[in-house]
Nanobody, 120 residues
Framework: QVQLVESGGGLVQPGGSLRLSCAAS????????MAWYRQAPITKQRELVA????????NYAEFVKGRFTISRDNAKNTVYLQMKSLKPEVTAVYYC?????????????WGQGTQVTVSS
């Protein structure tokens, strides 16, 4: 059984920084793409924030480009999201996502979510 555990969320002042982490554990042969999504409290819609491939190619949503950085540590099966110059508009629950291959198949997994709140 594969599990993704997120950490690093919390309350931060506008203009501050935060670093989210998501560690995968379980039966893992290879983690392909990893990504961060966010879910607004009202709409409940999840939208893509950033992705990173096994080969470290990255893509970002336009609304975070230049302020957020996604990275990964394959030895730790962990993906990170470094967030800088935070604004109240980014307040949301952030979820990590990973496409993981084990001995049986390839599946998409979600973390439990971590709250990010930007407020003075």
């Amino acid at each position: 059984q594969v599990q993704l555990v997120e950490s690093g969320g919390g309350l931060v002042q506008p203009g501050g920084s935060l670093r989210l982490s998501c560690a995968a554990s379980g039966s893992i042969i290879r983690i392909n793409d990893m990504a961060w999504y966010r879910q607004a409290p009202i709409t409940k819609q999840r939208e893509l924030v950033a992705t990173i491939t096994y080969g470290l190619s990255t893509n970002y949503a336009e609304f975070v480009k230049g302020r957020f950085t996604i990275s990964r540590d394959n030895a730790k099966n962990t993906v990170y999201l470094q967030m800088k110059s935070l604004k109240p508009e980014v307040t949301a629950v952030y979820y990590c996502n990973a496409r993981i291959a084990n001995y049986r198949n390839i599946q998409n997994y979600w973390g439990q979510g971590t709250q990010v709140t930007v407020s003075s």
